[in-house]
């Protein structure tokens, strides 16, 4: 079976090679790391890890980096002499690692193409001891090799999508021979660990601790830097603020609908739109014009901006990288993305760390129980239309007693659920024992 995985892995290639081709012709993004996608690691990344226990941490993109932080740190706080080499999918998550995670990580890479040869080769450079893996990366080859060289893998915030369950299921023969290699499961729900054991992995090496995106804390932000955003993009005390984070295609049009409606009402209203995709900046900043507000780009302003005067603007287009979750701390209210359409949503708690109230719409998939924690505590709020999200900012704009109210309940939600990067944690270390 394995045979037929790599010849239909090749056939794909020869296939999507022109389509790739002229992505990283036209499209940087596809440029990066593409050396490393095929196994090529830079002789300076290997040298950080020479002679030295290797631990490769793996998330695929933003939210799964931010997610395994928490644990990167208090592993590497307790286990200084062990070298950390953490790798991402996505250029999106390689920048979040890099700016969030430097100070842990020892080397940086993007995670290798799922073809035998490349996958030995990487293995083979980087000796890992053991492999952490973050929520539902499945790659046969690689899981193989680790198997075929003694090298634990650890699942970490294991989740098991209902339409990942039916697939693995379907083809049941060979994934239950993947997930039969994997050391251990820590799973976020009772649910994905039965799912895990159904799919082949032993009951004993498997147990519930909970999801580590609870333990989620604030990025210190420099004040500084707080002072100058706060300075230039003219944001007063007593100025009302939307934040509407990690937004997709078709949620920005209801989003700046609504807000050009609240707006009436609260004129001292503003707006801080935060796209998921930095290919969308432009077309965003565009929307935004046609809709007759006014809209000044984040990377417009820095500490070392020259500008005339401070500038005040209806939106503030916030195209950086891995800022949002300071921003947050801005918000009067922060609406999270990706759940007006059919995406999926992100992390709900990066607001709820700042105590502020957090809504979203029904698109939820592997968020669905976070939002019902932060529902039952009263400090989330979810909405199906353009209807409800206007009644809802409302409530919440018109009524701060309300709005900090609900903050502080989103804040206790999350309290309530800490401890899963403890008993990751302490399975990480079982591993280590020599």
């Known amino acids: ?129 053991v492999f952490v893996v973050v929520e539902k990366e499945i790659w046969p080859n690689i899981l193989r090799l680790f198997k075929k060289n003694g090298i634990p893998v650890l699942v970490v915030n294991g989740i098991i999508s209902d339409r990942s369950f039916g697939r693995y299921r379907l083809f049941g023969f060979f994934f239950n021979r993947i997930f039969g290699s994997i050391s251990y499961f820590l799973s976020q729900t009772q649910q994905d660990n039965i799912r895990a054991i159904a799919l082949g992995v032993e009951p004993a090496k498997t147990s519930v601790a909970g999801n580590i995106k609870f333990d989620i804390s604030h990025v210190e932000w420099p ?106 701390s801005l918000a009067t209210v922060a609406f999270v993305g990706g759940t007006l359409v059919n995406i999926g949503g992100h992390n709900l708690l990066e607001p709820a760390v700042y105590k502020k109230p957090v809504i979203y719409g029904h698109y939820l998939k592997s968020y669905l129980e976070m939002a019902e924690m932060l529902e039952a505590a009263g400090g989330g709020i979810r909405v199906n239309n353009i209807k409800d999200l206007f009644e809802a900012l409302k409530k919440l704009l018109a009524d701060r007693a309300y709005a900090e109210k609900a903050g502080s309940a989103a804040y206790s939600a999350l309290e309530e659920n800490r401890g899963a990067t403890e008993k990751c944690l302490k399975v990480l270390e079982s591993f280590m024992v020599e």
Request: charged share 30%; with cysteine.
């Open 1 to 129: 079976m394995y045979l037929i995985y790599d010849i239909l892995l090749q056939i794909s290639l020869i296939l999507l090679m022109p389509y790739f081709i002229f992505k990283m012709i036209f499209a940087g993004k596809y440029r990066k790391g593409i050396l490393e996608r095929f196994g090529f690691i830079g002789e300076e990344k290997k040298r950080k890890l020479a002679d030295s226990r290797v631990v490769w941490f793996h998330a695929v993109s933003v939210g799964e980096v931010k997610a395994v932080l928490p644990l990167l740190k208090h592993f590497k706080e307790k286990h200084m002499d062990v070298k950390i080499v953490f790798s991402t999918v996505t250029s999106t998550g390689n920048a979040v690692a890099l700016k969030e995670g430097f100070q842990w990580i020892d080397s940086l890479v993007y995670f290798p193409l799922d073809f035998y040869w490349v996958a030995a080769r990487v293995i083979k450079k980087l000796k890992p001891k």
């Open 223 to 328: 004040p500084a830097e707080r002072d100058v955003f706060i300075r230039w993009f003219n944001i007063k005390n007593d100025d009302k603020i939307i934040i509407a984070g990690s937004t997709h295609a078709g949620e920005e049009e209801i989003i700046l609908d609504v807000f050009k409606r609240l707006k009436q009402e609260f004129p001292e209203l503003r707006l801080i739109l935060a796209p998921r995709r930095p290919e969308r900046f432009k077309d965003v900043e565009k929307l935004v014009s046609e809709k007759g507000l006014t809209v000044v780009r984040r990377t417009a302003v820095t500490p070392t901006s020259c500008l005339p005067s401070p500038t005040s603007h209806d939106v503030i287009l916030l195209d950086t990288i891995g800022e949002l979750s300071n921003i947050y």
